[in-house]
Nanobody
Framework: QVQLGESGGGLVQAGGSLKLSCAAS????????MAWFRQAPGKEREFVAA????????SYADSVKGRFTISRDNAKNTVYLQMNSLKPEDTGVYYC???????????????????WGQGTQVTVSS
């Protein structure tokens, strides 16, 4: 059974940085993509970033390009999201998600992902 656990959220001032982590358990290999989504109050869940199983291929939402970096450590079954130059509009609950994949094609639609973490709150004050 696949389980995901996020950590690293918190309160930060605009312009600051946070690093989120998500540890996955239950996978027997690295053929799964990992992604971060977020949901602000009153808004739909949106794609933030994703990374392929090898870690070679990544995808970012336009709103975070140049500020956020996704990476993974397959030895630890963990994905990271380094968030720099944070803005108040980055506030929300950040969710880690995974999907089994042998392809380099990165999916950005939330329904493509089969397993989800419980979420971690990120609040950016102005």
């Amino acid at each position: 059974q696949v389980q995901l656990g996020e950590s690293g959220g918190g309160l930060v001032q605009a312009g600051g940085s946070l690093k989120l982590s998500c540890a996955a358990s239950g996978y027997t290999d690295s053929y799964y993509h990992m992604a971060w989504f977020r949901q602000a109050p009153g808004k739909e869940r949106e794609f933030v970033a994703a990374i392929s199983g090898s870690g070679v291929y990544t995808s970012y939402a336009d709103s975070v390009k140049g500020r956020f970096t996704i990476s993974r450590d397959n030895a630890k079954n963990t994905v990271y999201l380094q968030m720099n130059s944070l803005k108040p509009e980055d506030t929300g609950v950040y969710y880690c998600a995974t999907r089994q994949s042998y392809s380099r094609q990165i999916e950005v639609a939330s329904y493509k992902y089969t397993h989800w973490g419980q979420g971690t709150q990120v609040t950016v004050s102005s």
